[in-house]
């Protein structure tokens, strides 16, 4: 008799827990899916390359409807399909059209939220997050007919939207509440480099700025932002892109031990040892999750203990940055900044737009930033995650693996 494994959320953590499941124990579990989208499993991180037209809707889809089938795997996809309840007594879940489904074990996978930033006019129509599908397709159509796109947060995400939506014919304005794009994984040269590419593409940049409102047309819909400093932009299109925050209401009204995130073990389970949990709705040693690899990590651990090996532990390493706009190429990780005993080695070429920076510590990389070249960034990557000893290398260290080869 098979085991009852239920899903709680279509999105990429949770179903790579489940290939990863399928690929270690293919007969262990009868699978239930439930998603609040009407889609398949799709790549979340590929709707950049939808909305600047690079990509459609299909070409991202991971998982179609067939798949599941062919796996034998229930999915209930849909607004209504939204799990709403977590009955631990009973172990079953209910969604919020009625379906019910008992569990044995329960992988929960529900994401994260956008932040909204609660300002007047932050519910007013024409403001939207960059999230799914849905906020993509509304994009698309805005350009269609409107002409003002305002993104808020200098971000990956948000510098993502700009670009696409530029690309797609509108007058578009970052706004950044720091001199910095991407200030959490660029210095100050790099960003610099970054925000001179994009303005030259067509991106308009209000930084050091300070949201205050959005004006409502008469009839609720945005026309204009206001700003701290009295500018007013206006504004057809509100993107907000300042973060997301773990979604783990649905854990917490089940009395699963929550604080910033669902707060799982090195092997990803709960404090109920029948629940699991995975991806961006997670809290693990105190950190919380944005970036694929970690969720992809994430995935293979839980599916090593739901499958019965239970071997594997999971460690939080540092994520490298990239930016999905093509011709743009910039990669960081770890500590870019460094401190007192620290070592900067540096390397620009202002001409080529090429800038590379890595931090030395007791002979060791411990952080990188590149940008304009960035062949080398695994390599450097690997380094800074193996611990190795760079003394006899550091001469040449900033010109890359060619050099030790």
Not at 25 to 39: H, L, S
Not at 106 to 127: K, Q, Y
Not at 192 to 208: A, D
Not at 339 to 360: G, H, L, R
Request: proline share 3%.
């Amino acid at each position: 008799m098979k085991q009852q494994l239920v899903v709680i959320g279509n999105g990429m953590a949770g179903m790579k827990a489940v290939e990863e499941l399928l690929s270690a124990a293919p007969d262990k579990f009868e699978i239930t899916v439930f998603g609040a989208e009407p889609y398949g499993n799709y790549n979340r991180i590929m709707l950049s390359p939808v909305l600047c037209g690079e990509k459609s809707i299909d070409d991202i889809i991971i998982n179609d409807r067939q798949w599941y089938e062919d796996n034998h795997i229930t999915l209930h996809a849909g607004p209504d399909k939204a799990v709403v309840e977590i009955d631990r007594t009973s172990k079953r879940v209910i969604a919020k059209d009625g379906t019910e489904c008992h569990y044995d074990k329960l992988l929960i996978a529900t994401g994260s939220n956008p932040f909204i930033l609660p300002i007047p006019g932050h519910d007013l129509d024409g403001v939207i997050a960059f999230r799914d599908i849905f906020d993509v397709n509304k994009m698309l159509s805005y350009s269609e007919s409107k002409r003002h796109a305002v993104v808020l947060g200098g971000g990956l995400l948000g510098l993502e939207a700009a670009n696409g939506l530029v690309q797609r014919g509108m007058d578009v304005t970052v706004i950044h509440s720091n001199e910095i794009l991407l200030n959490r994984q660029l210095d100050d040269t790099a960003g610099h480099l970054l925000q001179l590419e994009l303005e030259k593409r067509g991106v308009k940049f209000k930084m050091s700025a300070k949201t205050t409102a959005l004006i409502d047309n008469g009839e609720g819909h945005v026309c204009a932002a206001q700003f701290a400093d009295g500018v007013e932009l206006p504004c057809d299109l509100f993107v907000m892109a300042i973060g997301v925050r773990p979604n783990y209401k649905l854990a917490e009204a089940a009395g699963i031990h929550c604080e910033r995130g669902i707060v799982v073990s090195d092997t990803l389970q709960t404090f109920d040892p029948s629940i699991y949990a995975v991806g961006e709705c997670i809290q693990h040693r105190g950190d919380t999750f944005g970036l694929v690899a970690p969720l992809f990590e994430q995935a293979k651990v839980c599916a090593n203990h739901l499958s019965g090996h239970g071997m594997a532990e999971y460690k939080t390493l540092p994520s490298a940055t990239k930016l999905k706009v093509t011709g743009i190429n910039l990669f960081s990780i770890g500590d870019f900044i460094g401190d007192e005993d620290s070592e900067i080695i540096k390397f620009s070429d202002p001409s080529a737009q090429v800038y590379k920076k890595i931090v030395v510590k007791n002979n060791g990389i411990i952080g990188v930033v590149l940008y304009g070249d960035t062949k080398d960034g695994a390599w450097y990557q690997s380094l800074l995650e193996q611990r190795t000893n760079i003394e006899t290398m550091r001469e040449y260290l900033i010109f890359g693996q060619a050099y030790f080869q």
